[in-house]
């Protein structure tokens, strides 16, 4: 059974940082793409940062400079780092992992967890 369990989420204030983890089972982890994405009330969900599994990375423009993902292969989890907040950063944070084989779309989700970003 493939699991993707998103941990770090939670209150902090404009300027403040906060650290989301996402930690995957059932699957071979360094086969996959892994992404972060996010929703906030009302919008459509938007890619944050994706990260291969040789390390290249893109992020979404209103992120660049302050958001970094990461990932550690032999502990199958992916990171997010999130600096300088800001209170459109507030949404529901979801952890994505994605592979291709032969034909076959393999796309697994994390359950999300809450980043509010507010004083």
């Known amino acids: 059974q493939v699991q993707l369990v998103e941990s770090g989420g939670g209150l902090v204030q404009p300027g403040g940082s906060l650290r989301l983890s996402c930690a995957a089972s059932g699957i071979i982890f360094s086969n996959y793409v892994t992404a972060w994405y996010r929703q906030a009330p009302g919008k459509q969900r938007e890619l944050v940062a994706i990260?291969?599994?040789?390390?290249?990375?893109n992020y979404a423009e209103s992120v660049k400079g302050r958001f970094t993902i990461s990932r550690d292969n032999a502990k199958n989890t992916v990171y997010l780092q999130m600096n300088s907040l800001k209170p459109e950063d507030t949404a529901v944070y979801s952890c994505?992992?994605?592979?291709?084989?032969?034909?076959?779309?393999?796309?697994?989700w994390g359950q999300g967890t809450q980043v509010t970003v507010s004083s």
């Open positions: 990260i291969t599994s040789g390390g290249s990375t």
């Open positions: 994505n992992a994605k592979a291709i084989d032969r034909t076959i779309l393999h796309n697994h």
